[in-house]
């Protein structure tokens, strides 16, 4: 089968009419009007080319593409991933009593501290990766990777204000 571009019309025996809409290594990405998205390998010859656009020479999919923005933005930016906080401490404040009654309590929205917490952790993991890409002894390395993982193990604590499993705090027992 020739190469395929994005915008190639075909016609597939068991699925009927379709467009190519990405194109990757060693497969194409087609909608089918009847049967939605398929992927169907280059290596596939039992399909009828309609209309045949070439794809360009230098050619780079919006998933490589897409990857590669992420990993750029998580490596070398400030931008911090929107974690949710769990829907029973939504507009929710921390109050801090001193003992002696005659001083003042401190507030804060739950909400503002739980985004200090998000804070923290970004920055431990941009930390962790800095330190993984050192060019410092691997014994370095390990030490410090050790003091970050007892820093997330003493971060537990807050887990109560995560909203998803999957963001939470893992020390040295979750590994």
């Not at 089968?1 to 290594?25: C, F, N, P």
């Not at 992420?70 to 929710?92: C, H, M, Y």
Request: hydrophobic residues 40%; negative net charge.
């Amino acid at each position: 089968m020739e190469t395929l571009g994005i915008g190639s019309r075909v016609r597939h025996k068991e699925y009927g009419a379709g467009v190519v809409i990405q194109v990757k290594s060693g497969s194409y990405i087609i909608t089918f009007i009847e049967h939605g998205n398929r992927e169907i390998l280059k290596s596939y010859t039992d399909i009828e080319i309609i209309d045949l656009l070439e794809p360009p020479d230098d050619l780079v999919s919006m998933e490589m593409i897409e990857q590669s923005l992420i990993k750029i933005l998580r490596n070398f930016s400030d931008i911090q991933e929107t974690v949710p906080i769990a829907d029973k401490w939504k507009g929710g404040k921390l109050i801090l009593q001193p003992a002696n009654n005659d001083l003042k309590p401190y507030e804060m929205p739950i909400a503002n501290f739980f985004n200090k917490i998000i804070m923290l952790r970004d920055r431990l993991r941009v930390l962790e990766q800095k330190v993984n890409a050192s060019n410092l002894p691997d014994e370095d390395k390990i030490a410090i990777q050790q003091y970050i993982t007892r820093c997330y193990g003493s971060l537990t604590s807050f887990n109560i204000l995560f909203k998803s499993k999957g963001d939470i705090f893992v020390g040295e027992g979750g590994k």
